[in-house]
């Protein structure tokens, strides 16, 4: 059992490359030769404890088969997993280099070409994340990275995104925003709402939303939301 489940789990790897293809291999073949040697011992033996005599030729008739038919299984094996890596180096060596590095520069309205900004890429390539580029039309202004958290500012909305998933926890327009205001007892800033709303239907509506973080960062975010070109009336 212990020989199928070492063959099997080494066999469900796909190797990427020759050398990983070559690691697999060396690791199926030393799977069949050790597991071939060792039954060459341990059979008979237990065989022979079990049946006696009887159990001894038994024994020795399953071992000279396993040390024959193991070691030739890691030799195919050994052998498919070199080839399958050989096939693999190719593909793996083409999405290496064409990988990108850095995010897609960030154009504006205007398309006009800037200095490339890591930020303003970052900030689009979230934007662009939400559900499935829903919202790729809109124009990128700002975000702000919270812990596991992500506010961001586009010319019609403002979200909250979690941000490993891009999922939104909240959106609200940017014209139904009526005031922000920083609140030690709500642990963040307060966005009040024009209007009720609710991100689901299961949420009950709402005249505000919670920007949540630590006591010492409330002020800097405060002060990026302020520079929403649309708030900048209200905020003043």
């Known amino acids: 059992k212990d020989y199928i489940f070492e063959r099997n789990s080494i066999n469900q790897q796909k190797p990427q490359h020759a050398f990983e293809g070559f690691a697999l291999g060396i690791r199926s073949l030393n ?6 040697i060792y039954g060459l011992i341990y059979l008979p033996v237990k065989e022979c404890s079990k049946k006696g005599f009887s159990g001894l030729i038994t ?27 050989i ?12 990988r990108r590095i850095r995010p897609p520069r960030h154009f ?17 390539e979230y934007l662009y994340s939400i559900d499935n580029g829903k919202h ?10 919270i812990e596991n958290r992500v506010v961001l500012a586009t010319n019609q909305n403002l979200f909250y995104l979690h941000m ?11 014209n139904n925003i009526h005031w922000i205001e920083k609140s030690i007892e709500e642990r963040g800033i307060v966005i009040i709402l024009k209007n009720y709303q609710s991100s ?5 509506p709402t005249n505000k939303r919670v920007v949540f973080s630590k006591p010492y960062q409330i002020d800097i975010i405060f002060a990026k939301l302020e520079q929403i070109p649309r708030l900048i009336g209200d905020l003043s």
């Open 108 to 124: 504006g309205s205007d398309k006009t070409l800037h200095a490339y900004s890591i930020e303003r890429a970052r900030g689009q």
């Open 164 to 174: 490993d998933s891009g999922q939104e926890e909240w959106t609200v327009p940017i």
């Open 87 to 98: 096939c693999n180096t190719t593909t793996y060596w083409e999405q290496k280099s064409t």
């Open 200 to 204: 689901s239907p299961f949420e009950a």
């Open 136 to 145: 790729a039309k809109e124009e990128y202004t700002l975000h702000i990275c």
């Open 31 to 36: 799977i069949g030769l050790t597991s071939g």
């Open 59 to 85: 024994g020795t008739a399953k071992c000279a088969i396993g040390v024959i038919v193991k070691p030739l299984v890691g030799i195919f094996d050994c052998l498919t997993q070199f080839s399958e890596g």
